[in-house]
Nanobody, 127 residues
């Protein structure tokens, strides 16, 4: 059974940092692009960022560019989301996602481009 499990969420003050992890099991994702999305209460899920299979290419939404960094450790089948300079508007449930097929690109920003999803982890930023 393929699973993605996020961890690292929590409560942080504005201006603070958090690091989310997403560990894959059931298959390797070392040849696949992976992404992070988030969903705030009452809003649709939105793209945060994505990373190519090698980690050499990343792509971010304008709302997090310069503050968030995605990285991966293929040996651990894990992708990370480092979130700095957090703002109250970053409060959301954060989901990681993975594509089923290998590719060289990182520019996958639509939900339908991903095949596997984690259950999400809550991030709350207080003002």
């Amino acid at each position: 059974q393929v699973q993605l499990v996020e961890s690292g969420g929590g409560l942080v003050q504005a201006g603070g940092s958090l690091r989310l992890s997403c560990a894959g099991s059931g298959r390797t994702f070392s040849s696949n692009a992976m992404g992070w999305f988030r969903q705030a209460p009452g809003q649709e899920r939105e793209f945060v960022g994505s990373i190519s299979w090698s980690g050499g290419s990343t792509f971010y939404s304008d709302s997090v560019k310069g503050r968030f960094t995605i990285s991966r450790d293929n040996a651990k089948n894990t992708v990370y989301l480092q979130m700095d300079s957090l703002k109250p508007e970053d409060t959301a449930v954060y989901y990681c996602a993975a594509r089923a097929y290998s590719s060289s690109s990182s520019r996958y920003y639509r939900e339908g481009q991903y095949d596997y999803w984690g259950q999400g982890t809550q991030v709350t930023v207080s003002s």
